[in-house]
């Protein structure tokens, strides 16, 4: 029997990630599921007691530089490897220029791009002792574009995009193969502070779905969708600036 893959979710509480949670454990993975209070997540509480042998339970606030290195040591050891890290982690809050908050432009900073760095900086040499895995990071097709009152959350994540990009060669010589996901709109508590209308609004359960099979297909650099939403903001970004910028104010009420 073909020995089952472990993936480590950073940010498997709630939405896409608990939905990848389930779908990994149906589909013969052995999943750690970390986030800053998983241990007390009923949802996660049943997923434990139905798969008790396939899923292990690791609180991790991604926003504290305390005890990173110990955290990562310690998810290593729960199954003596991991072939898959997904960070998932996000924080979003919509900010006109009349509420900017700094605390919250710093909170998206951490949770959507610095809690990256300080994973991969303790993981690399896990993976390189291993010669392979897989490294795939949740970053959102509003990379594409800076859009109005979104900055906060886009700017990080456009910067996850880019470091991505520097990355990747290094990590393709390595046998660590990175992917990101750039994906529309979907459901969750975060987007639900959205007073707009969100075109092609995805599920939780269709976008883990989605993930998964880009995952488990042979490998591409990005994993985007939907594609309309996806080809809209690609044409922004290449648009002129006069052009773009006329067509993206337009959003503001």
């Known amino acids: 029997m073909k020995a089952k893959k472990i993936i480590w979710i950073i940010g498997g509480s709630s939405g896409i990630g608990l939905e990848l949670v389930k779908l990994c454990l149906a589909n013969n993975y052995k999943v750690i599921v970390s986030s800053r209070n998983c241990l007390d ?7 434990k007691d139905e798969y008790s042998d396939d899923i292990s339970l690791l609180n991790f606030d991604v ?3 305390k005890n990173i290195k110990d955290i990562v040591k310690k998810a ?11 960070y998932n982690a996000g924080a979003y809050e919509v900010m006109d220029i009349n509420s900017w908050d700094i605390s919250k432009f710093e909170q998206m900073n951490e949770v959507n791009y610095l ?7 303790e993981i690399l040499p896990y993976f ?3 010669k392979s895995g897989q490294w795939i990071w949740n970053c959102s097709l509003s990379s594409y574009f800076g859009l109005p009152q979104g900055g906060g959350y886009s700017a990080p994540k456009a910067a996850l995009v880019n470091l991505a990009q520097s990355l990747q060669p290094e990590l393709d010589l390595l046998n660590i193969k990175l992917q ?3 994906h529309g709109f979907v459901k969750t508590r975060l ?6 209308e969100m075109p092609q609004l995805m599920t939780p359960l269709f976008t883990a779905k989605k993930i998964l099979e880009g995952i488990e297909q042979s490998y591409t650099f990005e994993i985007r969708f939907p594609y309309f939403l996806s080809l809209i903001l690609k044409i922004l970004r290449f648009l002129p600036y006069k052009l773009s910028l006329k067509l993206t104010q337009k959003i503001l009420p």
């Open 41 to 47: 997540n009923p949802s996660l509480q049943n997923l």
């Open 63 to 65: 926003s504290s530089k």
């Open 76 to 86: 290593w050891s729960i199954f003596n490897k991991i072939d898959i890290w997904f």
């Open 115 to 121: 809690g990256v760095i300080r994973v991969m900086n």
């Open 128 to 130: 390189k002792e291993q």
């Open 180 to 182: 990101i996901i750039n």
């Open 191 to 196: 987007t639900d502070k959205n007073s707009f």
